[in-house]
């Protein structure tokens, strides 16, 4: 009789453990519109969050510190007048986040480093290029201000932050709405799914079409795809009979899939999150209380299913913590921050061993938050590769004073760029005291109104 064989894997017990209730952020009303963008990011400083606001659209940014109950009057970056649709930080400078909204710009903002004290309203630099509502954002892992936006107009825009400008729009290769865009390790080239049912890889300088697969997946609902380290494509999407699925793709033989499994009858789109460090990937559903987790190998049959994390609520949003911030003594491999509809709860995942010592396997040089080209050279032609760090005794590059630079050259640069714009800060300022006046003549006008009614009942 034959034994089945168990496939050794490190991370075959990985489990997922939800924090205690006190380092929850509680009270926060998480955003209620039908998008499905992540609605989280987060990074070794803070936790930002897409949250309800009337008259506009605004997201919140607390210190990874400021747990617990968070008060009604919290300030909030609240600048879009359209709600907000996509945040995602810079991986090259933690202050750093932009955001794309239903108002059809691209904002991008500085958060002081104890997080907010007032209301931000004023981005550093506002992207206008869009027709119709952004909803993909997207930061180059390599290269210093370069940004990706998408929006519901399918046109694709590649952002130069630092002057304020885009340098690439392509416009003519998405004939319908686009489902989701992502860069590859270095930046070389782009990802996208659309609703024409066709994958794209895209060079991101020229704007033309690498590679293309059409009919991914079989169904009609949305596919996600996102770039694995080895240069694999893995896919989420649905079968004709609206089964979830997930696929592996060979770029060099689009023909089949590598590897294709049916998950279940979900009709959540599943949002891969996938760990470069380790081969895991993590598939998270928009309206579930699940995580599911694969690794991703060079044998067949490439995908592995490892385990699931499930819990009672269902989550709005995810975020997922870079490497750099994650506690190493403690063997975390992965730290995701779920939007419930209340609050944010950080979900640790842990590989179970007993040493406290430093475990090299599990912890492999991993990306640092140092670019390692600039944005005019990269639109040039220059590539990158990603520059890496160790984990050893901890990510500790932030207090040293080169990062400091980094940070100063950015937010100059920005500035600079932001001072290129028009400054139309006279003319609102003039405008809401003529608001501001308005209404005061209204004010004395309705009591005037007011004595002389009662006058004529006093006649």
């Not at 400083?45 to 919290?74: C, E, H, N, Q, W």
């Not at 904002?107 to 004290?117: H, S, V």
């Not at 009979?241 to 060099?252: F, G, H, I, N, T």
């Not at 730290?335 to 640790?348: A, M, T």
């Amino acid at each position: 009789m034959s034994r089945k064989v168990v496939r050794s894997s490190k991370f075959r017990h990985v489990f997922g453990q939800a924090v205690k209730n006190d380092q929850c952020y509680d009270d926060i009303r998480i955003s209620q519109m039908t998008w499905d963008s992540n609605f989280c990011s987060v990074n070794p400083k803070f936790v930002a969050m897409i949250v309800d606001a009337s008259g506009g659209g605004a997201f919140m940014v607390l210190p990874l510190s400021k747990t617990g109950r968070i008060d009604m009057s919290y300030p909030t970056v609240c600048g879009h007048t359209g709600p907000v649709l996509d945040i995602e930080f810079c991986p090259h400078n933690d202050n750093i986040i932009a955001s794309g909204s239903e108002d059809c710009s691209v904002m991008i903002w500085e958060i002081p480093d104890g997080g907010l004290t007032s209301p931000l309203t004023n981005p550093v630099v506002k992207l206008e290029g869009h027709s119709k509502r952004v909803g993909i954002l997207c930061w180059h892992p390599t290269a210093h201000n370069v940004l990706m936006s998408a929006g519901c107009d399918n046109v694709v825009i590649l952002w130069n932050v630092a002057r304020g400008e885009s340098v690439v729009r392509i416009d003519s290769v998405h004939p319908d709405l686009i489902y989701n865009a992502c860069w590859n390790q270095d930046g070389s080239q782009i990802l996208t799914t659309c609703k024409d049912k066709t994958m794209r890889v895209l060079d991101p300088r020229k704007g033309t079409v690498l590679l293309e697969k059409e009919k991914t997946h079989e169904g009609s609902r949305p596919v996600r795809a996102v770039f694995l380290s080895d240069g694999k494509i893995l896919t989420t999407g649905f079968s004709r009979m609206s089964e979830r699925q997930v696929a592996l793709w060979d770029p060099k033989n689009f023909a089949e899939p590598l590897c294709l499994q049916e998950l279940d009858t979900g009709s959540g789109v599943l949002l891969p999150f996938y760990d470069p460090d380790t081969g895991v990937v993590y598939l998270c559903g928009k309206g579930e209380s699940s995580i599911r987790y694969f690794e991703v190998t060079d044998e067949a049959p490439y995908v592995h299913y490892l385990s699931m994390y499930s819990s009672k609520e269902s989550q709005k949003g995810m975020g997922c913590m870079p490497k750099r911030g994650l506690e190493v003594n403690k063997c975390e491999i992965t730290r995701f921050y779920k939007l419930h509809e209340r609050k944010c709860e950080p979900i640790v995942m842990t590989v179970p061993r007993k040493s406290d010592l430093f475990q090299e396997d599990l912890y492999p040089d991993t990306i640092g938050p140092e670019p390692s080209v600039e944005a005019d050279e990269w639109f040039q032609g220059k590539d990158g590769q990603p520059i890496l760090i160790s984990l050893n005794d901890g990510f500790t590059a932030t207090t040293k004073a080169k990062e400091f630079k980094v940070h100063k050259s950015l937010l100059k640069t920005t500035s600079a760029s932001a001072g290129n714009q028009p400054d139309n800060s006279g003319e609102v300022q003039s405008l809401r005291k003529e608001v501001k006046d308005l209404k005061a003549a209204i004010e004395e006008l309705t009591t005037r109104m007011k004595e002389l009614e009662s006058w004529r009942e006093s006649k």
